[in-house]
Nanobody, 123 residues
Framework: QVQLVESGGGLVQAGDSLTLSCTVS????????MGWFRQAPGKDREFLAS????????YYADSVQGRFTISRDTAKKMVDLQMNSLKPEDTAVYYC????????????????WGQGTQVTVSS
């Protein structure tokens, strides 16, 4: 079973950068596409970015395209989300996700979710 643990959240100011990390265990890392979502209070969960099993393909939501970058490190079994030029509207709980197939929404295939990490951006 895929186990995902996010880290790196915190309180930052508008314009700052932050990198979230997700550590994967319990499965063969290269079998899973990985991605990030977020959920702000009172809002639906939002897809942000995904990366294919071997890192050759990525998808980004329009809301973060050009500001966020997803990457994966096979040796460390980690996937990162580099977030630049953060805005107060980026405040949310950020979730790591794994899926047996590449994805652009929350319809994961045999997938799993992390427990989430809070990101708060002050103005």
């Amino acid at each position: 079973q895929v186990q995902l643990v996010e880290s790196g959240g915190g309180l930052v100011q508008a314009g700052d950068s932050l990198t979230l990390s997700c550590t994967v265990s319990g499965v063969s890392f290269h079998n899973y596409a990985m991605g990030w979502f977020r959920q702000a209070p009172g809002k639906d969960r939002e897809f942000l970015a995904s990366i294919s099993q071997f890192g050759g393909g990525t998808y980004y939501a329009d809301s973060v395209q050009g500001r966020f970058t997803i990457s994966r490190d096979t040796a460390k079994k980690m996937v990162d989300l580099q977030m630049n030029s953060l805005k107060p509207e980026d405040t949310a709980v950020y979730y790591c996700a794994a899926s047996a197939a590449m994805f652009r929404d929350d319809r994961l295939v045999g997938g799993s979710w992390g427990q989430g990490t809070q990101v708060t951006v002050s103005s």
